[in-house]
């Protein structure tokens, strides 16, 4: 395949990962003319429109859609072996793209990534949030990062946190003033922080106890996207918040915020790295697979 061939391609799957055009030729070192101009020349040869353009958006169209099914798997391939010949020397290089949910960062950034680049110099590591799961080999991605319940059953999986928990907190002055709520039906007349999914619903509570599972439908206060967010809200006494435990533990210590029906909050499997086992494993994710295992959840 002709090299400017190739780049087109590239562009079209950084397009996707990106979602712009200009954050897509920042990615490949490209002006946004460049970019713009590899999908228009590759648009006239296929006589196909692969993206709808406005001044604010761009997506797919039906025929794109299947187009990068097509592609990502078929450029994995020719990247991955680039990575394999170049894969004999002792120092693994290259970029290393994850695809991750939104807000899971705190819980392995500073623990596997710092030090996996600390180690590794010549490894570049790109970390892409998206709260819904997709297919990581057809957009592009050498891994991907989701709690272990939802990891595909053909990949393989490696635990990168220990189990996870979820709990109910407020501050002691909210509860000073509205009282604490005493089963997990008593929740709905309090005030929540809470957050939005990308489609729009606001995420129920999830409790557990003894073989009893509830959720909480909660009307919202506030409703905040980041987590960091939401904890500086209910510090600040505005209601009560569903917070990863792990991220608390300072906050719960100190008793500057109070947990919440704690017998109903339930530990539950938690994240993984995961990525496909049928194909080549480039250098630079197998020392990320290292540096992970030695330093255990």
């Not at 079209?12 to 920042?26: D, P």
């Not at 196909?48 to 450029?75: C, M, Y």
């Not at 319940?149 to 407020?170: C, F, G, H, N, W």
Request: proline share 6%; charged share 25%; net charge positive.
């Amino acid at each position: 395949m002709h090299r400017s061939r190739l780049v087109e391609l590239e562009v079209v799957m950084a397009v996707v990962r990106r979602g712009s055009f200009r954050a897509a030729a920042e990615e490949l070192g490209i002006s946004t003319t460049a970019a713009s101009s590899a999908i228009a020349g590759l648009e006239s040869r296929l006589q196909a429109r692969l993206f709808n353009r406005t001044t604010r958006s761009v997506a797919l169209t039906e025929a794109g859609k299947n187009f990068v099914e097509r592609i990502g798997p078929a450029l994995m391939e020719i990247r991955r072996a680039t990575e394999e010949v170049n894969s004999s020397s002792a120092e693994p290089t290259g970029i290393l793209r994850i695809n991750a949910p939104p807000e899971s960062g705190p819980l392995f950034f500073e623990r596997i990534v710092i030090p996996y680049l600390q180690c590794y110099p010549q490894m570049r590591v790109e970390i892409a949030e998206q709260a819904r799961l997709i297919d990581i080999v057809a957009e592009g991605f050498d891994a991907g990062i989701r709690l272990a319940e939802s990891v595909p059953q053909d990949m393989i999986s490696v635990p990168l946190t220990s189990d996870l928990r979820q709990i109910a907190v407020a501050s002691p002055d909210y509860l000073a003033k509205y009282g604490t709520p005493k089963t997990p039906e008593a929740l709905k007349q309090h005030q929540g922080i809470c957050m939005r999914f990308s489609n729009g619903s606001i995420y129920r509570w999830e409790l557990e106890r003894r073989g009893e599972y509830y959720e909480v439908d909660i009307i919202p206060r506030l409703v905040l996207p980041s987590m960091q967010a939401r904890l500086e809200a209910v510090r600040a006494g505005l209601g009560i918040a569903f917070i990863n435990e792990s991220q608390i533990k300072d906050d719960l210590a100190s008793g500057c915020l109070i947990p919440i029906l704690a017998d109903w909050c339930q530990a539950f499997k938690g994240l993984c790295l995961y990525y496909p086992g049928h194909r080549y494993v480039p250098a630079g994710l197998k020392a990320l697979v290292a540096t992970i295992r030695a330093r255990k959840p």
